[in-house]
């Protein structure tokens, strides 16, 4: 009992230390038509993500454009309406918050935009850009408030006689500060960065993640990194989220995610990444098949149509969150027999109609008869294929495929790794034969043979 009390005693501490806790999150988007302008149906833009963030991390979320990586962080801000699920920001519930409430919250999240040439007024000085919001809200007392924005600026790379001049006399990198800067002397906890370095070129792109970096060592940021180039990714992570169509396919450590990708899209994904190395041979993953539309996603896996190891369970049931290793969580039946963390499927009003609809557009027609006549429900219909499926597709052949798959990925490491050490041991043999030609003592003999 004592110990019982003494655990939940320490999960409330591990909540209440919690910075950002999003749970079961959707954003759809109604599609309407007709001269009535009637809902027939949703884009499905954030479709049940699941995860946490605490002080001083950096969660990247990563996929195809179009995957609800950007939808997800704007309803994250409360800025674009959700439709299912919580948000909560240091255990409160933003959806909750009144006006003035959300007003209080708001300098605490802040967004760093894609695009640093349009989200900044081209009419107003940076002082007064930066300076715009902390008055409004009060940050600092007025005597210390020109010290305060001049340190922001020099924290953010830029100088105080920037103050008085206008974004257009300023490069694309020291827009960007701009923006940071904007966002960061509002002294924020949660900062969601929306490919804050895709519009830049490659040796600025550096510049400013190394400046995001020390500004969140310095300041203890928490960041929501949205990214698709996984390079940046990969150097200013601690936690990353893949998500495809919606979803949250895979989420776990940098460290875990980038050595053992689990889910098949997240290793088509990485298989992409160019490894710098001109002897290497890529292993691409090729994805064929389109990519579903979100207003109109498949049934089950939302990835079966483009998947290479789909098996019958995948066409018809959504895989659950399996916890392969600790913390490193994916949506694939390959897992199986791993254990189960969350349960995906929603059970809200909006879920359970949007599955009616589903299974009324689905065009089974014996489904449809049975239903109309009372015969089964929707539900034992679904639970009566899934069995069926079941049967032919057993459950240790499941976990053999995935197992064999696992084998496979650990050669293919051990092989990239065994490629390496040659390269490695054969520029060292080169580099040794190469030395006496240069070494100094010879050059005497060298000067000598010449004359
Ligand atoms: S659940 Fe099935 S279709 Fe989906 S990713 Fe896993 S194996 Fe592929």
Redesign the pocket.
């Known amino acids: 009992m004592a110990n019982h009390k003494t655990s939940n005693a320490s999960q409330t501490t591990r909540e209440a230390q919690e910075l950002l806790s999003v749970r079961h999150l959707k954003t759809y988007f109604p599609i309407k038509s007709g001269v009535l302008q009637r809902v027939t149906g949703y884009v499905k833009a954030v479709d049940d993500i699941s995860f946490k963030l605490y002080p001083g991390q950096t969660m990247s979320l990563v996929g195809e454009s179009g995957c609800g990586k950007t939808t997800a962080g704007r309803t994250i801000l409360r800025l674009t309406p959700k439709s299912a699920g919580d948000v909560l920001f240091e255990g409160k519930d933003i959806y909750q918050l009144d006006a003035q409430e959300l007003r209080a919250l708001r300098p605490q999240m802040q967004l760093i935009f894609q695009d640093p040439y349009s989200s900044l007024s081209p009419r107003m000085p940076v002082g007064e850009i930066i300076a715009e919001a902390p008055r409004q809200h009060h940050i600092v007392p007025k005597a210390q408030f020109d010290a305060y924005i001049d340190k922001i600026m020099k924290d953010c790379g830029l100088q105080p006689y920037h103050r008085d001049r206008y974004p257009h006399e300023f490069s694309g990198g020291q827009r960007q500060r701009i923006c940071i800067a904007r966002a960061l002397a509002l002294n924020p906890k949660f900062i969601v960065c929306d490919e804050p370095v895709s519009a830049l070129d490659v040796s600025i792109q550096a510049q400013i993640i190394n400046l995001l970096m020390d500004l969140q060592a310095q300041y203890n940021l928490t960041y929501l990194f949205i990214s698709h180039d996984l390079s940046v990714v990969e150097h200013i992570s601690d936690l990353i989220g893949v998500m495809y169509l919606g979803d949250l396919v895979e989420r776990g450590t940098k460290k875990e995610v980038f050595a053992r990708p689990l ?3 997240t290793q088509a994904l990485f298989s992409a990444i160019p490894v710098p190395d001109p002897d290497y041979k890529m292993n691409r993953i090729i994805l064929e098949g389109s990519i579903p539309s979100p207003a109109n996603p498949p049934a089950g ?1 939302k ?2 149509t483009r ?1 290479r ?3 019958a369970i ?1 066409k018809q049931q959504v ?1 659950p969150s399996y916890e392969v290793e600790p913390g490193h969580v994916v949506n ?3 897992y199986a027999g791993s254990p189960v963390v969350d349960d995906l499927v929603g059970s809200d009003d909006m879920e359970q109609q949007l599955t009616r609809e589903k299974l009324a557009a689905s065009g089974d027609i014996a489904a449809g008869a049975a239903t109309a006549r009372g015969q089964l429900s929707a539900e034992e219909i679904v639970s009566e294929t899934l069995k069926e499926e079941a049967r032919a597709d057993s459950q240790g052949a499941v976990l053999d495929r995935g197992r064999k798959w696992m084998q496979e990925r650990e050669q293919q490491l051990e092989r990239m790794q065994a490629d390496r050490r040659q390269v490695e041991t054969a520029a060292a043999a080169l580099q040794d034969e190469a030395a006496p030609a240069v070494r100094p003592d010879d050059s005497s003999k060298t000067e000598e043979s010449l004359k």
């Open positions: 889910h098949p899209y896996c990835f079966h998947c190891y789909c098996m995948c895989p694939c039946h390959l």
